[in-house]
């Protein structure tokens, strides 16, 4: 399931300890805490979210008493947004050119951004990524760069593969794009989605 996230958005996550008990129903403990919620940002209103803490411990004193079998979790998360000025996104046909193009699209969005410095490093791992997702790709793939306290690289393709770290041989002409990925990065992963894969990275961001 994917939603759109404004930002402001809170996210909620619970285990049905906290909205069951034998004294009331899971639907039941749905609705109040709907009903909770929907108060609160009524009073607070759209920018003056109530912080994270206080939120749950409003949630656990409403819902938490009662004679209950399972043990309760409960997660806050909120969604702060990011500009349209700090994300660029582009669509790359899956073809021998991909990468340059990639290239040379992340130094614009650098030099906009006043990432120059990062330049180099960020072309490198880029173009490596990009190199790996156009081999198995047979859609569009996706570049993204996105700007705040530090920069992240996301690379879409429509392949669910994985991509596995392996030690190139001296001889090898490729299968070096991970390990540039781990030692240049702060840090990276992949995520499989229903329509194939993302491969991220980040680099710390140095505004100049």
């Not at 072309?123 to 047979?138: G, K, P």
């Not at 030692?183 to 991220?200: D, E, F, I, P, Q």
Request: overall charge negative.
């Amino acid at each position: 399931v994917e939603l759109d996230a404004p930002a402001g958005a809170t996210l909620l996550l619970y285990t049905d300890g906290l909205v069951e008990s034998r004294l009331r129903d899971v639907w039941t403990g749905i609705e109040q805490l709907r009903e909770r919620l929907a108060a609160t940002a009524q009073l607070t209103g759209d920018d003056h979210s109530p912080p994270l803490e206080a939120l749950c411990d409003d949630v656990l004193d409403m819902l938490g008493p009662g004679d209950r079998d399972d043990d309760i979790a409960l997660l806050a998360a909120r969604f702060d947004g990011i500009a349209p000025s700090d994300v660029a996104y582009w669509y790359l046909e899956p073809e021998d050119a991909a990468p340059g193009r990639a290239r040379r699209l992340a130094r614009r969005a650098l030099s906009r951004w006043g990432l120059d410095d990062l330049a180099d490093e960020v072309e490198l791992l880029v173009s490596e990524v990009v190199t790996n997702a156009v081999r198995y790709a047979e859609r569009p793939v996706t570049l993204r760069l996105l700007r705040t306290d530090v920069l992240r690289c996301e690379v879409g393709d429509d392949s669910p593969q994985l991509p596995r770290q392996r030690r190139a041989r001296e001889t090898d002409e490729g299968g070096r794009g991970l390990f540039l990925v781990n030692r240049l990065a702060r840090r990276w992963g992949a995520t499989r989605l229903s329509t194939g894969k993302v491969v991220w990275f980040e680099m710390a961001a140095r505004a100049q």
